[in-house]
């Protein structure tokens, strides 16, 4: 590129507030780190001139222990990249400036060199001078090798990643004729496993890089591990085990349970214990007598409805039907292949111990929401929302719920999951099951009444997710076939072969909630009533001739990294990275239907994806691996309020480009922050990299509530967690408190070679800890009692037990809380002059004053002041705005002591 176009580039705009962006009083400062044996980092701090900046001849490199750098030498070539890693909570830009500094001689291994730089001035003039000695190593993380981040099953596919881009430089200089050789490291630091990266592609559009395959798939002895590529560095840690996936299945689990539009209560939620939604009513907008569905029996427009529980669609508090319909397909569908990964007592829900699978239980939180979506004729409603997008906490969401019309589509979904939901619910609650096969049968007369589909709604006024789906058939004969599979009544089958046969036969993925002729498909196809031979044999054929060619060709052939996203990259964003988890399912269920267990490993290599094996090296699921994002749009957990956002949450991803409706958008997209070019769609920045862990970038950082499910449902059936009998059946497990002391009681109706209990606490409800152990009777049939006192208490406590078996499998009782008053903290935030604000603790616990931390928030939530260990709790709040700030303190084994407000003038 010349230098006339670079100049363009850091100079022109056209928006003003982006050309100050990146400017800071002062200085720049410049920060050297290795890259590879060939490639050497300057990070800027700020944004600086680039007058000249990409002529090699400004920078010099001599070493006096190097031979090869013992004349000054200059590097080849100058990489220059600029992109925007996060933003500010008024939306400025927070931009990472590179240089990247390529030799054609490589660095060696504890040799020192000294590396110097012309001055580098900033957009204000002023000046820094690089001046810097390094020593070598390549055995730190550098970047370049790529990994799962949690860790690899012992039997599959493990394959890692090398590759790294290097700005308008673009690859990194990597030999392609003869790759470099790799190590498995084991934790004792010595190599287990030695293997060649295997040259894939050149991959400019999508990551930018010259991509190397690590393929260490032989290597299956349990331990934790890290892949060492010689000249350019390590991975992450992972771990490869059987029960690498539980936590996740835990975690992306549970994060539906998070999506619940009622009160989280503390001993279920933990950390992020919240209220709910406060209306327990929604109201039937004046639209809907403009619907072609209104009738006489409809309830008038301003009628209350009853509208209670259901999740939270994505990051706002809609509850949409085609979102749901989707989600409880997954759900239902690996209960149905797998029921034996679901017990009861697993997830920790306030269902738990019921009887009935944690996994149904949290299904049914949905379904009786939708149950609430039938109108008296049998149609159903489209969604409920408030009419303005959401600006705090669900219990801070006072505006009026409102019910928008029916629609012909929501009620073919509507009866698609209650027949479901019929089938799924009948061995453990008859009478529950009964009445979602009554209320899917009235759904599926009246559509039968009303055969024209109804148009997308559209409501002025309403600030809603539309989700729009012009036709209904395959709706219609998705219903049809879960209707004959839960019934095989022979007119739910003719009414299923009329209308799959007025559909294309297209078997896009099944997590959609706009296409449904798969999940129509695949309903007829796995009944055991008579089924259409024709129609399976035809299903099962053009999944072995058409969706697995296509898949295969996607992730194995075309992208290097292995991905299920669109292989045109304009096509990238609102969740398409995630298709790995859907394609990962996918395979799930044709390595059943149609006897392939080959089909695991292509599913398996999915979940390396948004694991870490990208080229950001990021995850892309919250709470997970090293890098994990912050900051998704998730509101219920708003920045904050809570320090961390709830695990197990499935962001979007990269996206090609965002919607310029907002300011955000601008500065992450801008041509002054973002380089090489990644503006539009077709612009050269790899597509796969333009991801900012930022709420306001909404087709990055948001999910719905069908990505939870399916990255659920996926990891669950990889989990080596299974619903067993337990050693021990565990009748009641108490907690009491008295004169200041936590027992905990618990009594055993049987035990079968149970080796002992440990009684593990938490501060937070989530990193538990073993405070004691009680060996088990062994083997009984009769009542046995137990005692437990804490010997160390705190304010707030949460225990558990893990009941290990003689042969050391174990399971986990559900959690009992105890919060001790003799033990709370008394506190108050006082000012002790016009900048300095002190907390004052009346200490009743055992907490040293020195442990206390203390956060003060804006109401963006945003952490602007944190105090310091040891150095008193005291804020200094110059420079901060007048208004309301919220002020947190903790503990120093992360116990929450509540907030305060503080008014700041």
């Known amino acids: 590129m010349g230098k006339t176009i670079l100049l363009l580039f850091m100079l022109a705009s056209g928006y003003a507030y982006a050309q100050k962006a990146g400017s800071l009083p002062g200085a720049p400062t410049i920060t050297y780190s290795p890259v590879s044996d060939r490639v050497a980092l300057l990070t800027v701090s700020e944004r600086f001139d680039t007058t000249g900046c990409h002529n090699p001849k400004r920078y010099w490199l001599q070493s006096t222990t190097d031979p090869d750098y013992q004349a000054t030498t200059n590097p ?37 060199y000294h590396m110097q730089a012309e001055p580098i001035q900033d957009v204000d003039g002023n000046a820094t001078v690089l001046n810097t000695t390094f020593t070598f190593s390549d055995t730190d993380i550098l970047g370049n090798v790529k990994a799962n981040q949690v860790g690899y099953l012992p039997e599959g596919p493990k394959l890692g990643k090398l590759g790294r881009f290097l700005g308008d430089a673009w690859f990194m200089p990597i030999d392609t004729i003869s790759p470099p050789p790799f190590q498995i490291i084991g934790a004792d630091q010595q190599a287990v496993f030695e293997g060649n990266c295997k040259y894939l592609k050149s991959d400019s559009a999508f990551s930018g890089e010259r991509v190397f395959d690590i393929d260490f798939s032989a290597w299956q ?15 992450e840690t992972f771990t490869i085990s059987a029960d690498c996936y539980n936590e996740l299945y835990y975690n992306s689990a549970r994060a539906l349970y998070y999506q619940r539009s009622g009160k989280l209560e503390g001993v279920y939620s933990g950390a992020w214990a919240r209220e709910g939604l406060p209306s327990q009513t929604a109201q039937i907008h004046t639209s809907h007598t403009n619907s072609p569905l209104y009738s006489s029996s409809d309830h008038p427009p301003g009628t209350q409805l009853p509208m209670q529980g259901g999740w939270l669609d994505a990051g706002d508090y809609g509850r949409y039907v085609p979102t749901a319909a989707s989600a409880l397909f997954i759900l239902f569908t690996a209960f149905e292949r797998y029921p034996q990964k679901f017990p009861d007592s697993h997830l920790n829900l306030p269902e738990s111990g019921n009887g009935i699978p944690d996994w149904l239980d949290e299904a049914k939180y949905e379904t009786d929401w939708l149950m609430q979506m039938q109108a008296p004729d049998g149609a159903v409603y489209f969604r409920v929302t408030p009419a303005t997008w959401p600006q705090g906490l669900p219990g801070d969401e006072h505006n009026t719920l409102i019910i928008s019309e029916k629609t012909t589509q929501s009620t073919a979904l509507f009866a698609a999951s209650m027949a479901m939901a019929a089938r799924n619910f009948k061995k453990y609650n008859p009478a529950y099951s009964a009445s979602c096969l009554d209320k899917a049968r009235r759904a599926w007369s009246f559509l039968n009444d009303h055969l024209t589909p109804t148009p997308p709604v559209s409501v002025p006024g309403i600030n809603a997710g539309s989700y729009p789906d012009p036709i209904d058939a395959d709706n219609r004969a998705w219903a049809a076939a879960e209707l004959y599979k839960t019934t095989g009544e022979p007119q739910y089958n003719a009414d299923f072969k009329n209308w799959y046969g007025q559909i294309p036969h297209q078997f896009h993925a099944t997590m959609s909630w706009q296409q449904h002729t798969f999940k129509a498909a695949w309903a007829h196809a796995t009944t055991s009533f008579p089924t259409d031979a024709a129609f399976v044999q035809e299903f099962k054929s053009r999944l072995n001739s058409e969706v697995l060619g296509n898949y295969y060709n996607r992730t194995m052939k075309i992208h290097a990294y292995h991905g299920a996203y669109h292989h045109f990259k304009g096509y990238v964003g609102y969740g398409t990275f995630g298709m790995a988890q859907s394609y990962a399912f996918d395979y ?29 090296s990021q995850c892309f699921i919250t709470g997970t691996g090293k890098h994990s994002p912050k900051y998704p749009l998730h509101w219920s957990t708003v920045p904050g309020r809570f320090a961390e956002p709830v695990p197990g949450v499935p962001v979007f991803g990269p996206a090609a480009s965002l919607l310029m409706n ?16 990644g503006y539009r769609k077709e612009d050269p920045y790899p597509v796969l990299r333009r991801y900012t862990d930022a709420r306001q970038a909404v087709e990055m950082s948001e999910f719905t509530v069908q990505e939870i499910s399916v990255t659920a449902a996926v990891f669950a059936f990889f989990s080596n967690i299974a619903a067993d009998p337990l050693p021990v059946r ?46 088990a009777a062994g083997s009984s049939n009769s009542i046995r009692h137990y005692d437990f006192e804490d010997p160390s208490p705190q304010s707030v406590n949460y225990y558990r037990l893990k009941m290990v078996d003689a042969d050391r499998t174990f399971e986990n009782s559900s959690i009992r809380f105890a919060r001790l008053a003799c033990r709370q903290v008394q506190w108050s935030v006082t000012p002790v002059n016009r900048h300095i604000y002190s907390i004052l603790v009346k200490n009743k616990t055992d907490t040293p004053a020195a442990q206390y931390q203390a956060e003060l928030y804006n109401l963006q939530g945003s952490v602007v002041r944190r105090t310091l260990p040891g150095r008193g709790l005291a804020f200094n709040i110059s420079g901060l705005a007048s208004g309301v700030y919220i002020v947190r303190l903790r503990g120093g084994a992360g116990e929450d002591f509540g907030s305060r407000r503080l008014l700041i003038p």
């Open 221 to 235: 002895t349990p331990g934790q591990y890290h892949i060492y590529v010689p000249g350019y560095g390590r991975s």
């Open 588 to 616: 799930i269920l044709f390595a059943s239907l149609l006897q392939k267990p080959e089909l695991l490993d292509y599913a398996k290599i999915q979940l390396d994806i948004p694991l870490g094996n990208n080229p950001l």
């Open 76 to 112: 080849v070539r100058v990489g220059r990249h600029s992109f925007v890693q996060g933003l500010s909570t008024n939306g400025e830009p927070d931009i990472v400036f590179e240089l990247y500094l390529i030799f054609d001689k490589p660095f060696k291994n504890g040799k020192s």
């Open 662 to 677: 907002r300011p955000s958008s601008f500065a992450i997209q801008d041509l002054l922050n973002r380089y090489p070019n």
């Open 730 to 775: 565990l009748e009641a497990f108490e907690v009491k408190i008295a004169d200041c002391k936590v027992k905990l009681q618990w009594r055993t109706s049987e035990e079968v070679n149970a080796a002992y209990f440990a009684v593990e606490h938490s501060a937070d409800g989530r990193n538990f800890t073993a405070i004691g152990r009680i060996d």
